[in-house]
């Protein structure tokens, strides 16, 4: 645990002192450009994947990078309030769903029931994903695809997660209007590569 206290007196001596000019700044209000729409995996670490300083980025985590498609409701909605504080207040101009390799979200759509009991939460969320899984056997059956395929259903979330955010009113209009750039992103931990989803070819292709 003491770790934990040395990195935050090592932010302070020396992170902190080289940026303390923005840090002021950013005491009082923010103003990023974009939403980052990520895992909460702990190898995916947005600020360092785009280089963006504190500021820059309004960041949304949680298992499997998922978008809850849009409704009205008197629950409590972590992620679907975060897009609409992202909107409205900040007036975000992109937003980035980003997927990843060796995603464990994904992997869970494999377990079987007795393994899913145990954590009830996790495969109740992950109904968000089942599509991605379908698509993605869809596909393989398809085209014959041999190999492990772990890779195709993790892109295939990341497109069912931007279509959920065109289910968003606000979003949706905004899009269409020119006004907000949505962007999805693969990215492959072993290799530190970034892939964009070009939505007009249908693919991912390589950030170069």
């Known amino acids: 645990?003491?770790?934990?206290?040395?990195?935050?007196?090592?932010?302070?001596?020396?992170?902190?002192?080289?940026n303390k000019e923005l840090f002021r700044k950013l005491g009082t209000v923010q103003k990023p450009h974009t939403l980052f729409i990520g895992c909460s995996d702990s190898r995916v670490v947005p600020g360092l994947i785009t280089k963006?300083?504190?500021?820059?980025l309004f960041v949304v985590r949680n298992i499997a990078n998922v978008v809850p498609y849009y409704r009205a409701s008197s629950e409590y909605l972590s992620t679907t309030s975060a897009i609409e504080y992202a909107l409205i207040i900040l007036d975000v101009k992109n937003?980035?769903?980003?997927?990843?390799?060796?995603?464990?979200?994904?992997?869970?759509?494999?377990?079987?029931?007795?393994?899913?009991?145990?954590?009830?939460?996790?495969?109740?969320?992950?109904?968000?994903?089942?599509?991605?899984k379908i698509k993605a056997e869809s596909i393989v059956k398809d085209f014959d695809i041999k190999n492990d395929y772990e890779w195709l259903v993790e892109e295939e979330n990341i497109i069912e997660q931007m279509n959920n955010l065109l289910t968003y009113p606000l979003v949706e209009e905004r899009f269409s209007n020119g006004q907000l750039n949505i962007l999805g992103w693969y990215y492959e931990i072993e290799t530190g590569t970034v892939y964009n989803y070009n939505q007009k070819e249908k693919i991912f292709e390589k950030i170069e």
């Open 52 to 56: 963006s300083l504190p500021g820059d």
């Open 1 to 18: 645990m003491e770790f934990l206290f040395d990195g935050v007196k090592e932010f302070s001596k020396n992170d902190f002192e080289k």
């Open 95 to 132: 937003i980035i769903v980003c997927g990843h390799s060796n995603c464990g979200g994904c992997k869970a759509l494999y377990l079987n029931d007795e393994e899913l009991d145990k954590i009830p939460h996790t495969k109740k969320w992950l109904e968000l994903v089942k599509n991605a």
